[in-house]
C-alpha cells in the first residue's frame, strides 16, 4: 500500500541552527514527490516538486533532495519567519488506484529567534 | 496569474443544514481537488474532478459531493451538516496529475 510518513512531527530550532526535515515514501512506481509549506489557517504553498532520485532543488534556505526511498528538506541557517507545518505528498504511476497523491502528516517546524 | 480562489472564505452553520462551497481554479487548469483539514488530522482527501468527470474519491460518506462545471469551476456541498464537518476545506488546481496549488480555503464552523 502506498505510504508516505514524515519525521519528527515537531521540531524547535534556534535561529540559524541548520537541520532536515524526513519524508519516507512506499509506492509503486514513483510519479512526483511534492513538498509545501502552510502557515496556521491558510492553505499549503507549493515549495518543490522532485521526479527522480538524486534530483536536488533549492530556494532561499530550503533544498529539497530525493532517493529512492526518501526525501529530505534541508533548512539552512532558519529564521523565525521559516515557522510553518511542512508537507509532504507522493503522487505513483499506480494507475490502479487513478494516481492518487498520498499525503504525509507533515512537520511543525518554530524557529525561536 | 491569478491564484486559486475560494468562496466563502467563512462560514458559520448549524446541524442539519446544508453548506455549498465554490473553488475557482487558475486559468488552464483542468483538474481539480478538495481537502478537509482538520486540527491534528492533516489533508484528508474528499475527491479529485477532471474536465468535468470526478476520477478519484476519498473515504468520506455521501454526505460530501461535489461537480465541476465546464470551465473548470468546481463546488462542493455538504448536506445534513454534523459538528464534526467543522473544519479548513481547500481546493487545489493543477493542469493535470501535476503539482497542486491550493486556494486560501474555506473555514466553515458547525453549531
Known amino acids: 500500500e502506498d505510504q508516505v510518513t514524515q519525521s519528527p512531527e515537531a521540531l524547535r530550532l534556534q535561529e540559524g541552527e541548520s537541520s532536515s526535515l524526513n519524508c519516507s515514501y512506499t509506492v509503486s512506481g514513483l510519479r512526483g514527490l511534492f513538498w509545501y509549506r502552510q502557515d496556521p489557517g491558510k492553505g499549503p504553498e507549493f515549495l518543490f516538486t522532485?521526479?527522480?532520485?538524486?534530483e536536488e532543488k533549492e530556494k532561499e534556505r530550503l533544498k529539497a533532495t530525493l532517493t529512492k526511498k526518501e526525501s529530505f528538506l534541508h533548512i539552512t541557517a532558519p529564521k523565525p519567519e521559516d515557522s510553518a507545518t511542512y508537507l509532504c505528498?507522493?503522487?505513483?504511476?499506480?494507475?490502479?488506484?487513478?494516481?492518487?497523491?498520498?499525503w504525509g502528516l507533515g512537520t511543525s517546524l518554530a524557529v525561536n529567534p | 496569474k491569478a491564484g486559486v480562489t475560494q468562496t466563502p472564505r467563512y462560514l458559520i452553520k448549524t446541524r442539519g443544514q446544508q453548506v455549498t462551497l465554490s473553488c475557482s481554479p487558475i486559468s488552464g487548469h483542468r483538474s481539480v481537488s478538495w481537502y478537509q483539514q482538520t486540527p491534528g488530522q492533516g489533508l484528508q482527501f474528499l475527491f479529485e474532478y477532471f474536465s468535468e468527470t470526478q476520477r478519484n474519491k476519498g473515504n468520506f460518506p455521501g454526505r460530501f459531493s461535489g461537480r465541476q462545471f465546464s470551465n473548470s469551476r468546481s463546488e462542493m456541498n455538504v448536506s445534513t451538516l454534523e459538528l464534526g464537518d467543522s473544519a479548513l476545506y481547500l481546493c487545489a488546481s493543477a493542469t493535470d496529475q501535476e503539482t497542486q496549488y491550493f486556494g486560501p480555503g474555506t473555514r466553515l464552523l458547525v453549531l
Open positions: 522532485l521526479y527522480s532520485a538524486g
Open positions: 505528498a507522493v503522487r505513483s504511476n499506480n494507475a490502479g488506484n487513478n494516481r492518487k497523491l498520498i
